[in-house]
């Protein structure tokens, strides 16, 4: 079992920038893909960006590709999301999530991660 705790949410104007952290303590950490997920109130969890457990490959939702970056770092069991030019659309509860296995070849859902952290409310004013 994993334990995930994020950190670097808030308040942001619309069109600036957050930089969401995720630690990760009780498994090798290195060893397995990471995820980024959302949920909006009333909405469904989604999926927002993925990263394999080396790093070279990664995923992402299409509502934020080219203004969101997923990035890991295996010696400080981090992983974290860069998230630039964001909008309204992008308020949510942010979590980090550990996956069952080290890599996608396919963009992953919620069923694809075993572990998940409480999140971390990320606020857009428009």
């Known amino acids: 079992q994993v334990q995930l705790a994020e950190s670097g949410g808030g308040l942001v104007q619309a069109g600036g920038s957050l930089r969401l952290s995720c630690a990760a303590s009780?498994?090798?950490?290195?060893?397995?893909?990471m995820g980024w997920f959302r949920q909006a109130p009333g909405k469904e969890r989604e999926f927002v960006a993925a990263?394999?457990?080396?790093?070279?490959?990664?995923f992402y939702a299409d509502s934020v590709k080219g203004r969101f970056t997923i990035s890991r770092d295996n010696a400080k069991n981090t992983v974290s999301l860069q998230m630039n030019s964001l909008n309204a659309e992008d308020t949510a509860v942010y979590y980090c999530?550990?996956?069952?296995?080290?890599?996608?070849?396919?963009?992953?859902?919620?069923?694809?991660?075993?572990?998940w952290g409480q999140g971390t409310q990320v606020t857009v004013s428009s």
């Open positions: 999530a550990s996956s069952y296995s080290g890599q996608f070849y396919y963009t992953p859902t919620v069923a694809d991660f075993s572990s």
């Open positions: 009780g498994r090798t950490f290195s060893s397995y893909a």
């Open positions: 990263i394999s457990w080396s790093g070279s490959s990664t």
